[in-house]
């Protein structure tokens, strides 16, 4: 079974500048979480989808972020205008099911991540 | 407060060793709990659940305790592939959200 993919692995830009991510789940998976990890933290999440609606974008910060999953298939994370604090691995993990009432979460299967430098 | 919290370590221990390290939650409804590994510049894996019970898997054994709100990750027989990063996750059951901890660094020592 494929993974999570993710593009591009790596990204170096200057602040102020725009990038793009993409991410595209393992086949069949209802939510896809995109999440920021700095070095040395644990990853934060900024996004769910379940399938190509928003269930939780509270750390999400609206000014500058903002992603979609249309189809609910591939998603992308987009970062306008970028900040040096914007630095970190994003990361992208999808899972069979979301979270219903009563139920327990799925295991969440990460991709490999994009590393996104900002100079 | 955070939500999940971890002692980030690093534990430097030889191999054959038994480690464990805990995790605390501050939302007492919590409901799921989860250790991931992490490799340094890899994605995180899941390791083990954690159920109400405690779970064994090999040389891995997890635990919950509410009263305390903390779980626990005990890892014996220490081999050098154990060298990661271990982090915990917690779902509070008050939304969608999915708390990481910071990660605890286990360094296995030949």
């Known amino acids: 079974e494929a993974g999570v993919a993710q593009s591009p692995r790596y990204k170096i830009i200057e602040k102020r500048q725009s990038v793009a991510f993409w991410c595209n789940p393992i086949s069949g998976h209802a939510t896809l979480y995109w999440y920021q990890q700095i070095l040395g933290q644990g990853p934060k999440l900024l996004i769910q989808f379940q399938n190509n609606g928003v269930v939780d974008d509270s750390q999400l910060p609206k000014d500058r972020f903002s992603a979609e999953r249309l189809k609910g298939v591939d998603s992308t994370l987009k970062i306008q205008p970028a900040k040096l604090e914007d630095s970190a691995v994003y990361l992208c993990?999808?899972?069979?099911?979301?979270?219903?009432?009563?139920?327990?979460?799925?295991?969440?299967?990460f991709g490999p991540g994009t590393r996104l430098t900002v100079l | 407060r955070k939500e999940v919290e971890q002692d980030p370590g690093p534990f430097n221990v030889p191999e054959g060793a038994t480690v464990a390290f805990n995790c605390t939650y501050s939302n007492s409804a919590s409901q799921s709990f989860f250790w991931y590994r992490q490799d340094c510049r890899k994605e995180p894996k899941l390791l083990m659940s954690?159920?109400?019970s405690g779970n064994e898997d090999g040389r891995f054994t997890a635990q919950l305790n509410r009263a305390s709100q903390y779980i626990s990750l005990l890892i014996r027989d220490s081999k050098l592939s154990d060298s990661a990063t271990y982090l915990c996750?917690?779902?509070?059951?008050?939304?969608?959200?999915?708390?990481f901890g910071t990660g605890t660094s286990l360094t296995v020592i030949p």
């Open positions: 996750a917690v779902n509070p059951n008050t939304g969608n959200q999915f708390y």
């Open positions: 954690v159920y109400s």
């Open positions: 993990a999808s899972s069979p099911r979301s979270r219903f009432r009563g139920s327990s979460y799925n295991e969440q299967f």
